[in-house]
């Protein structure tokens, strides 16, 4: 049974590991152990529950909502043990960001179409000045920088009250 819920200071550590993979391949900016605790609130955990109740619960995943501005949020800090965990963890932090009244959000990724297909659509990084001032131009991966960038209107891409996978 996977379950979705906000971290504690113990998760850290097995945050930080889920994510090393995906920053060593320069899919995800470098994080210390103490950003991630800095920022706690902004993330998301994935755990997936064993039926056996003395089976402890294991961490499958990982993401962060932050906001950007008054009206603008990123996801970022994605990593999960695979797609559909994923996507879980998007819908979550979308359905956050639109309870904090955000209007909209972005996405620097590798994987476009996990995005794309709840309704995101690809831009330019200059269309997002907050994001390129604040954070890419002063990178040093920017010369060799992978990303798509892909912005969404929050309240237009959500049908009755949920996210849907657009099909391909």
């Known amino acids: 049974m996977l379950r979705l819920r906000k971290p504690t200071v113990a998760d850290v550590p097995a945050m930080v590991a889920m994510m090393r993979p995906h920053i060593l391949s320069e899919r995800l900016l470098p994080r210390s152990a103490r950003q991630v605790a800095e920022r706690l609130r902004d993330y998301v955990v994935a755990e997936r529950r064993s039926p056996d109740p003395e089976v402890a619960p294991v961490l499958v995943g990982v993401a962060s909502i932050s906001l950007v501005d008054t009206h603008l949020a990123e996801v970022g800090a994605l990593a999960a043990e695979a797609a559909d965990i ?76 949920a996210w849907s996978v657009a099909a391909k």
């Open 86 to 161: 994923e996507l879980a963890l998007v819908r979550h932090l979308l359905d956050e960001a639109v309870e904090m009244g955000v209007a909209d959000a972005f996405v620097l990724t590798d994987q476009p179409e996990l995005f794309e297909g709840l309704g995101f659509q690809r831009t330019a990084v200059a269309q997002i000045p907050e994001k390129r001032d604040r954070q890419c131009l002063r990178c040093s991966r920017l010369p060799r920088c992978r990303q798509v960038a892909l912005t969404i209107r929050l309240e237009a891409a959500r049908v009755d009250g």
